[in-house]
């Protein structure tokens, strides 16, 4: 079986960020809601919030998005976004897992053909989050809660922060870009 993060690995780019700034163009108006996205900016750099909270000050804004038009909108013109050495080697069977909203990625795996997406569980109408963060740590337990002990042959980031999952995995790969290297080469 062979993992993949989404956002900087098979994804060039933060998806979720390009999510919100594809919608503050289309509905500059998004702008109402920067105080609150700062004010949790401000809280989780003095170390006063958690990451989760943190990215539900920053998914504040979906409370004025049509969520589903936008999503599929999105995904017409960001598909080609993902990177070509993926494409070249996906298989139907790859796991992606990313802490990106599952809401945003689901319509993309879909299109790629893939049956296999953890993700974190928001809601698309408020961006509350309704479970942890899927991030570091909280990878390998949402992977464990559905496959458990399940072998990875090979699992692909573009970030140390997945350590915990390369852990697990025969063969880990650092991307970045459209180089992939050896994790253990990166040390």
């Known amino acids: 079986m062979n993992v993949y993060d989404f956002d900087g690995t098979i994804y060039n780019g933060d998806s979720s960020i ?31 919030i958690d990451k989760t909270l943190f990215k539900e000050h920053f998914f504040c804004f979906l409370n004025g998005v049509d969520t589903s038009a936008q999503v599929s909108a999105f995904w017409k013109l960001k598909e080609s976004r993902i990177m070509g050495w993926y494409l070249a080697q996906q298989d139907e069977e790859d ?14 795996c879909e299109r790629l053909g893939k049956q296999n997406l953890i993700a974190s ?33 090979n699992f692909y980031s ?22 992939v290297r050896d994790w253990e080469a990166m040390k």
Request: hydrophobic share 45%; net charge positive; charged share 25%.
């Open 18 to 48: 390009d999510f919100y700034l594809f919608c503050l163009r289309t509905d500059p108006l998004l702008i109402r809601f920067l105080p609150h996205q700062m004010k949790g900016f401000l809280m989780y750099a003095l170390n006063q």
């Open 158 to 179: 573009d970030s140390k922060a997945d350590l915990p999952m390369a852990r697990l995995a025969r063969h880990a790969f650092l991307v970045e870009g459209n180089k």
């Open 121 to 153: 569980e928001v809601d698309k109408k408020t961006g509350k989050f309704l479970g942890p963060n899927c991030f570091g740590d909280e990878k390998v337990h949402r992977f464990q809660e559905l496959f458990g002990k399940a072998q990875i042959d």
């Open 95 to 108: 796991v992606i897992i990313s802490a990106s909203p599952r809401f945003l990625l689901q319509p993309i």
